[in-house]
């Protein structure tokens, strides 16, 4: 630890007060000598934002915008692919328009419009769902 003087802050102030003070300027010293040795610094905006900029504008990836650009024609697709669900599945099409075109309904609530039960319902939804993605898939392979 370097040489710290002993601050005398005059006969006005009391000697706790006077001790305290320059413990705690010692104590500071202390910290930046440690800090120095062992490389630590003060980190500002500018530095962070160097390191670590704007993922916004950051490039995109090939395989990123790959990605965005298959995502972007399976869901120009998707009206045609309602329009085969809806001829060759017409009652899985009737629940995936209501739950996720309509307004917000629940389960519950498409089983007692419908006349079925919650598990019918669900596996209903579940083969439009599956019939939807095989209309994609194909669709993508041709």
């Known amino acids: 630890m370097g040489r710290y003087f002993y601050l005398h802050l005059g006969d006005g102030i009391s000697r706790n007060i006077e001790r305290e003070y320059n413990r705690m300027c010692r ?4 910290l930046k000598e440690r800090d120095a040795q062992y490389l630590v610094r003060d ?16 490039p995109v ?16 697709y998707l009206p045609i692919a309602m329009e085969l669900l809806r001829v060759d599945y017409p009652e899985g099409y009737a629940l995936i ?20 039960t ?8 579940r083969t439009a769902k599956s019939m939807l993605r095989e209309y994609i898939i194909l669709h993508e392979k041709h």
């Open 27 to 30: 104590k500071e010293q202390y």
């Open 43 to 58: 980190v500002d905006f500018e530095d962070i934002m160097a390191l670590h900029p704007d993922p916004a504008s950051l």
């Open 61 to 76: 990836s090939e395989y990123e915008a790959a990605q965005n650009q298959k995502h972007e024609q399976r869901l120009a």
């Open 97 to 116: 328009r209501a739950y996720f075109y309509g307004h917000k309904v629940s389960l519950s609530e498409l089983a007692e419009k419908h006349g079925i």
């Open 118 to 125: 919650i598990e019918t319902v669900r596996h209903r939804m």
